[in-house]
């Protein structure tokens, strides 16, 4: 990376959440990948070495950014001669046929950075555009839209980041981070008030939520003490029930089944939160292309 260029990336992913150690090893890594230990044989056997020009990240579709500086540390990597403007910022709503980055310097490690580049920014667009639909469906209601712990391995806070960019919450980070009860632990532990008490114990300053399968444990976690339930594949009409059974004791968070269709159904009931694992593990990749700019 050129010094400048390297200054601006670490602040940008540093003033946005991500650590900007993490996201230099894994764009160095993902580039390496794409070499495999050679080169760009095909963009090697035509473009002249000394050939210098620009080519622009472009929109194909509307969607929402997400991804800018992950994109700019592979082109980074792939030529310390290379420089980026940034034309959007994550977060921004774009459209068809609009530049969101600009490249410039050698148009061999242009094209050498491209497919990793634009792999990794479509994929967190993608996941920042289907976030924003997410939001959008629930809007003016008082529930925020949550991401899960189902995310491709070794891309989490990557994905958790472009949730946030499109305007959803991040549920815990890891295992470590925040307590969340299952069924399984229900089953282990003997109920949920046991299971409850032993992790309370076991780690009294963590955040607990307990998962919820009927409104008889909805009312057992209550009891217990929860400030956070999960209700896990409720109908509508039980997760209204549970918003009046809370009473305000505790957050609730709605998983299971959901849809856009339903979305705002749910979120009228009265739950604090949508948790949806779809927002990371399916999410489509939005498109956007890199286009080479004619000299002169």
């Known amino acids: 990376m050129t010094d400048g260029l390297a200054s601006r990336i670490v602040g940008e992913l540093a003033s946005v959440g ?3 150690a993490m996201v230099a090893t894994f764009a160095a890594a993902a580039l390496d990948e794409d070499l495999a230990g050679g080169t760009d044989v095909t963009t090697v056997a035509t473009v002249p070495a000394a050939g ?68 990794l920014l479509c994929h967190l667009s993608g996941v920042a555009t289907m976030t924003r639909r997410w939001v959008d469906a629930v809007a003016g209601t008082s529930a925020a839209i949550r ?11 990557l994905e958790k980041y472009a949730v946030r960019c499109g305007g959803g919450v991040n549920h815990r980070m890891s295992l470590s981070d925040a307590a969340l ?12 008030a046991r299971a409850f008490a032993a992790v309370r114990a076991h ?7 307990v998962e919820c399968d009927t409104l008889e444990q909805v009312t057992e976690a209550l009891a217990a003490g929860a400030d ?69």
């Open 203 to 209: 780690a009294p300053e963590l955040p607990l939520e």
């Open 18 to 20: 991500l650590d900007p």
């Open 147 to 157: 991401d899960t712990r189902k995310t491709t391995p070794g891309m989490r806070a």
């Open 228 to 296: 956070l339930i999960l209700l896990d594949n409720f109908t509508v009409a039980d997760m209204a029930a549970a918003v009046r059974l809370a009473g305000g004791q505790a957050l609730l968070e709605a998983s299971g089944g959901l849809t856009l269709a339903s979305a705002r159904a749910v979120a009228e009931t009265g739950v604090d939160y949508l948790a949806v694992g779809a927002l990371t593990h399916s999410a489509p990749a939005l498109d956007i292309g890199l286009d080479l700019v004619p000299a002169g």
């Open 181 to 192: 009860i299952k069924d399984n632990h229900v089953a282990a532990a003997g109920s949920v």
């Open 52 to 119: 210098r020009g620009r080519a622009d990240l472009v929109a194909r579709a509307p969607g929402v950014v997400a991804g800018l500086p992950v994109a700019e540390a592979v082109f980074a990597f792939a030529s310390a001669d290379l420089d980026c403007t940034e034309l959007a910022a994550d977060g921004d709503q774009v459209g068809a046929g609009q530049p969101v980055l600009s490249v410039s310097g050698p148009i061999r490690a242009i094209l050498t950075a491209e497919r990793t580049a634009l792999n």
